[in-house]
């Protein structure tokens, strides 16, 4: 008989700049009460699987295996649009039933924090709570269909290096963020659940790469004549003009409506106040990447059957319903943990420890909000360690007065 060998789980050791006193058992404490499913993750699937042996067997699986996934999500609109979206998803998941495979996955993913540069690039609490937020929806539905899911996580560094620039502080940034993400999934043993891919990684060699930063050029290009274009003769017409006609043979969908638009210079104006000429061309940066994605089948998981689309950040309001169906949005952090991020990715978010109804708690929030007057932050990390390997995970703590 074989015997199965032991897991090995990480271990973890905090470390901060300066003494902290009573807080810093306080931090192991919360660590174990928040984290401890996801540190003590066991990648072995339970051994009482049943496959389903007929067709109606398979269906009645594939309708429990999505009603596990959407109970994580978020509402989708209208209830029409909720029953076209799960009919999709059950047949994506029926198809995986059938082939005994595991269900495929894809989310995009930023290169790097947002908006900061240097050490605050690390991954922090809130990339280590999204992980445990994806696996929580892998484990409920490998317990009803042993293969579970497999995320692959798009890393949109192609993407980010045509919007923000090549600059060595950008790059490093992103590499240095990359490479704690892959660390993370290694050392918490999460290979068989998640794999996380750069853009840049899918291109054949340079050349590829040239055409593709190229294209995402003259997709810029259409993109601004036609925002320009229908701002000018109005938004009533939009579809009817060149402009539009010429954006669609090169494979966009929709027309960009005015609420779209409001919706983004709306998230960006919350970040920082910047000229509307900015906030356009990054927007229409942004748009160029996503257009590429779907020129160079981009975001394919290697997997035949076509896979469910993940995300932390809600659609904008008049998204095409074609790039919306297989699709589940969720929050990347529970409300009752953090009510104040909730269109936000963990990429976008300052994850820290902070005190709460006499425990520490994870707290989350934006990079520029504003802090409690006497409030301050002291640095420090979890390191992680399992086997040979470990990585570190920006914990910082906020004290106050």
Request: proline residues 6%; charged residues 25%; hydrophobic residues 40%.
């Amino acid at each position: 008989m074989q015997i199965a060998s032991a897991i090995v789980h990480p271990t973890v050791r905090c470390s901060y700049v300066e003494d902290i006193g009573s807080t810093l058992p306080a931090i192991y404490d919360g660590i174990e009460s928040f984290f401890g499913g996801l540190l003590r993750y066991d990648p072995r699937p339970a051994p009482d699987w049943i496959i389903p042996s007929t067709p109606a067997a398979v269906a009645c699986m594939a309708r429990t295996v999505a009603q596990a996934m959407l109970t994580a999500a978020r509402p989708l609109g209208a209830p029409g649009t909720v029953d076209i979206n799960r009919s999709v998803i059950e047949d994506r998941v029926e198809e995986c039933i059938r082939r005994s495979i595991p269900i495929p996955a894809q989310m995009l993913w930023s290169p790097k924090k947002h908006w900061v540069v240097g050490a605050d690039s690390d991954v922090d609490l809130a990339e280590l709570t999204a992980f445990g937020t994806l696996l929580v929806v892998h484990k409920s539905v490998r317990s009803i269909y042993r293969p579970g899911l497999t995320f692959v996580l798009h890393l949109e560094d192609l993407e980010f290096e045509f919007m923000e620039g090549a600059g060595t502080g950008l790059k490093e940034s992103r590499d240095r963020y990359i490479a704690g993400l892959r660390k993370m999934i290694r050392v918490l043993d999460l290979d068989d659940v998640f794999t996380a891919v750069r853009i840049s990684e899918k291109a054949a060699d340079e050349a590829a790469l040239h055409g593709w930063f190229s294209q995402m050029g003259e997709n810029y290009r259409a993109l601004e004549t036609y925002w320009y274009e229908s701002e000018t003769r109005g938004m009533a017409a939009r579809e009817t003009y060149p402009s539009f006609m010429a954006l669609r043979r090169l494979g966009w969908h929709g027309s960009i409506p005015e609420e779209m638009r409001n919706h983004y210079l709306r998230r960006l104006t919350a970040v920082r106040e910047r000229p509307h000429a900015d906030k356009v061309r990054m927007i229409l940066r942004n748009f160029a990447g996503i257009l590429l994605h779907h020129q160079k089948n981009l975001l394919d998981t290697g997997s035949d059957v076509e896979p469910i689309k993940f995300s932390f950040i809600p659609p904008a309001p008049g998204a095409p319903a074609q790039l919306t169906r297989g699709r589940i949005d969720l929050r990347f952090v529970a409300r009752n943990i953090c009510s104040r991020v909730g269109a936000a990715g963990p990429w976008s978010t300052k994850g820290y420890f902070r005190p709460r109804d006499g425990r520490i708690m994870p707290a989350f929030a934006s990079w520029h909000g504003p802090m409690d007057p006497g409030s301050r932050f002291v640095q420090g990390q979890l390191t992680l360690t399992r086997h040979d390997q470990d990585v570190n995970v920006r914990a910082d703590v906020l004290l106050g007065a």
